[in-house]
């Protein structure tokens, strides 16, 4: 019998210290069972805003596990209106072939919120942006951070001898790792960084 589908709401911003300028990406993704998870990346030299924003989504999508469906919100209606109402690609060719690649394996709908208008986790998906294009890692919510702690004490005296619990280098979830060195957890888009970067 097959598992069913999980199902993720996935908030995705970019933001650019000038246009060209440093620029940075935020995501915040809505799990099935109600916890959120924050990513960002960045500071990227000398890129644009609508780069960062679909890079946003790019990288959002790939912590997503294929099969599953995405809904994207976003407030880059050149982003949304590119996917949804197929907007002429004039510019960042190779940025839309990123994003159509993980949209392929997806069942994914991108929908149009308004920036700073309320939306908790659009904002908080730009100020990740904004900070990452700074170069600032920003610390989880506070609602966010103390269930992860709850988590992270129950685990605690679960482990076995000599396992610990990290922060992936890459998406910053926790994971459980019998290494000391190991700073990238098991998702298959951390598992490449880790074995590609230079």
């Not at 805003?49 to 989504?57: D, L, Y």
């Not at 998702?187 to 970067?197: D, G, I």
């Amino acid at each position: 019998m097959p598992l069913p589908v999980r199902r993720y709401i996935l908030y995705a911003d970019g933001a650019c210290l000038g246009n060209p300028g440093p620029g940075g990406w935020g995501v915040v993704v809505a799990e099935p069972a109600g916890e959120y998870r924050e990513l960002s990346g960045g500071p990227y030299p000398a890129t644009t805003n609508n780069k960062m924003e679909i890079t946003a989504a790019v990288e959002g999508l790939r912590v997503l596990e294929p099969g599953c469906e995405v809904i994207v919100r976003s407030d880059s209606s050149y982003v949304v209106n590119t996917m949804m109402l197929g907007w002429k690609r004039k510019a960042n060719e190779d940025f839309w072939r990123e994003l159509d690649r993980e949209v392929a394996s997806r069942k994914v709908r991108f929908e149009w919120v308004r920036g700073h208008a309320g939306d908790k986790n659009n904002e908080r998906a730009d100020k990740l942006a904004a900070a990452a294009a700074r170069g600032i890692r920003l610390e989880l919510e506070d609602a966010s951070s103390e269930k992860k702690e709850s988590d992270l004490e129950k685990l605690e005296p679960l482990l076995k001898a000599g396992e610990s619990i990290r922060r992936c280098a890459r998406c910053g979830q926790s994971f459980v790792t019998d290494s000391p060195d190991r700073a990238y957890c098991a998702l298959v888009s951390c598992q490449l960084k880790a074995r590609t970067k230079k």
